[in-house]
C-alpha cells in the first residue's frame, strides 16, 4: 500500500473548521494534490463548543457523532470532485475526528472523538481510519500528540536538531535530536490559540482575534500573568497531554476573579503572552545547530510568532513549508499518514512522547 493516494480529515480544539488533504507518499516524502478546509455551520460548532464544555446528555452526543461524521464525509467528498480523481485511486481515509474529551489519567483513562467513520466510508466508499488514541491510551500512554511519529518520518534530520512546534488550539512540541540515538520527545505545552480565541469570542463575538490587532491594543498584565503561569500544568513532568477540558473560558474566569476591572485587551494581550512564555519554558535548551519549526494556525498571528522569535534569542524560527509542507496541512497529512501505517500493520506512536507501554498499531478500520 505504498502506492496510490490519500486523504487526512483534521479537526482540532480551535473548532474552525475540517481541514481536508488529498495526497501521496513516496518513501520518505510526500506529494499533495489537493487541499480543502471546510468550515463547520455555526449551529454545529456552537453545539460542539457546548460538548465540549460537559453540556451533552447521550441522545446529544450521538446525534453530534452523526452530524459531525457527515460533515466530515462532506469535507472528503467535496475534496475527492474537486481534485478530479477517481475515488478507487484512493486507498484508505485518515480521520482525526473531533475531540469532545481528553482525560488519559485518572482511574478511567479515554479519549473522546466523534465524527462517525462509519458514515465517511458510506458517503465516500473508501476504507476508513479512525480512533487513533483509544490504542495509546489502553497501553497506558496518553494518547497524544501522536503527531511525532508522522515528524520524524518527514523532518528529521541528522545535521539539525529540529524541534516542531504545533499552533494549535493546544500547543504541542515534538523534539527530533539529530543524534539517532537520543530519544524523539514531544507533549502539549498548554494553551497556543484555546485562550485567546476564546476570550475574543466572550467579548467581541469574533471566533479569533484576526492577526493579533485586538491583543496589540492592550498590555501585558504582569501580576495576572504570574498568575495565571502558576497553573500546575506547565511544570508537570512529561509524558503529558491537555485540552480544553483544562484551558477554557471557566479557566480565564477563574483566574480574574482576583483582577477587577482589568480592560478587556489587556487580558486578550496577557494570555496571549501566556502562550508564548509556556512554549517558551518548556523548549528543550537551546544549541547552535538546533532550529524551530511552527505549523497550526498560530503561525498566523505575527504577534505569536514575533514573541517566539524574540524569546528564542538567535535560535532560528521557521514554518514547515520551509521543510517543504505548508503549516495548515501537518496535522490533516499526519493522520492520511498515520492510516496507511495502520493499513500497512505499523506503530503510529512513540512511547517516549506518549507514554504507552510499547509501539502500538492505532486505529479502528471501517473497510470501504
Known amino acids: 500500500m505504498s502506492k496510490g493516494l490519500w486523504i487526512g480529515l483534521m479537526s482540532g480544539t480551535s473548532m474552525d473548521a475540517v481541514d481536508a488533504v488529498l495526497l501521496s507518499f513516496g518513501e520518505d516524502r510526500l506529494e499533495i494534490q489537493s487541499t480543502l478546509a471546510l468550515p463547520y455551520p455555526e449551529d454545529l460548532r456552537a453545539r460542539l463548543l457546548q460538548a465540549i464544555r460537559n453540556h451533552a446528555d447521550p441522545d446529544e452526543l450521538g446525534e453530534l457523532d452523526t452530524l459531525t461524521g457527515q460533515h466530515f464525509a462532506q469535507a472528503a467528498n467535496t475534496l475527492i470532485e474537486q481534485s478530479g480523481v477517481d475515488p478507487s485511486d484512493i486507498l484508505g481515509i485518515g480521520s482525526h475526528g473531533q475531540t469532545i474529551r481528553h482525560q488519559p489519567s485518572g482511574k478511567a483513562p479515554f479519549s473522546m472523538q466523534i465524527g462517525s467513520p462509519a458514515i465517511i466510508a458510506e458517503a465516500s466508499g473508501?476504507?476508513?481510519?479512525?480512533?487513533?488514541?483509544?490504542?495509546?491510551?489502553?497501553?497506558?500512554?496518553?494518547?497524544?500528540?501522536?503527531?511525532?511519529?508522522?515528524?520524524?518520518?518527514?523532518?528529521?534530520?541528522?545535521?539539525?536538531?529540529?524541534?516542531?512546534l504545533n499552533l494549535g488550539g493546544i500547543a504541542n512540541l515534538t523534539w527530533l535530536p539529530s543524534d539517532e540515538t537520543n530519544n524523539i520527545t514531544g507533549f502539549d505545552t498548554g494553551p497556543a490559540n484555546a485562550l485567546i480565541d476564546a476570550w475574543c469570542y466572550d467579548q467581541t463575538g469574533k471566533h479569533y482575534d484576526e492577526n493579533g490587532q485586538w491583543a496589540r491594543e492592550g498590555e501585558v498584565n504582569e501580576e495576572l500573568l504570574e498568575d495565571l503561569l502558576s497553573d500546575a500544568y506547565f511544570v508537570k513532568t512529561p509524558p503529558k497531554s491537555t485540552g480544553k477540558e483544562r484551558f477554557n473560558l471557566n479557566w480565564i474566569s477563574t483566574h480574574l476573579q482576583r483582577f477587577d476591572d482589568l480592560p478587556p485587551e489587556d487580558v486578550q494581550r496577557t494570555l496571549l503572552q501566556l502562550t508564548i512564555d509556556t512554549i517558551l519554558q518548556q523548549l528543550p535548551t537551546a544549541n547552535s545547530s538546533m532550529a524551530v519549526y511552527a505549523c497550526g494556525g498560530g503561525t498566523f498571528n505575527p504577534l505569536i510568532m514575533e514573541g517566539l522569535r524574540e524569546g528564542l534569542k538567535?535560535?532560528?524560527?521557521?514554518?514547515?513549508?520551509?521543510?517543504?509542507?505548508?503549516?495548515?496541512?501537518?496535522?490533516?497529512?499526519?493522520?492520511?499518514?498515520?492510516?496507511?501505517?495502520?493499513?500497512?500493520?505499523?506503530?503510529?506512536?512513540?512511547?517516549?512522547?506518549?507514554?504507552?507501554?510499547?509501539?502500538r498499531v492505532l486505529g479502528a478500520i471501517y473497510p470501504a
Open 126 to 164: 473508501i476504507t476508513t481510519v479512525s480512533n487513533f488514541r483509544s490504542r495509546d491510551v489502553a497501553a497506558g500512554g496518553q494518547g497524544a500528540p501522536l503527531v511525532p511519529a508522522f515528524h520524524r518520518w518527514l523532518f528529521r534530520s541528522a545535521t539539525q536538531d529540529r524541534c516542531i
Open 314 to 359: 538567535g535560535v532560528e524560527l521557521r514554518t514547515t513549508a520551509e521543510l517543504g509542507l505548508d503549516p495548515q496541512w501537518v496535522e490533516p497529512v499526519a493522520f492520511a499518514w498515520l492510516a496507511r501505517q495502520t493499513l500497512n500493520g505499523l506503530p503510529g506512536n512513540i512511547p517516549t512522547v506518549t507514554g504507552a507501554k510499547g509501539e
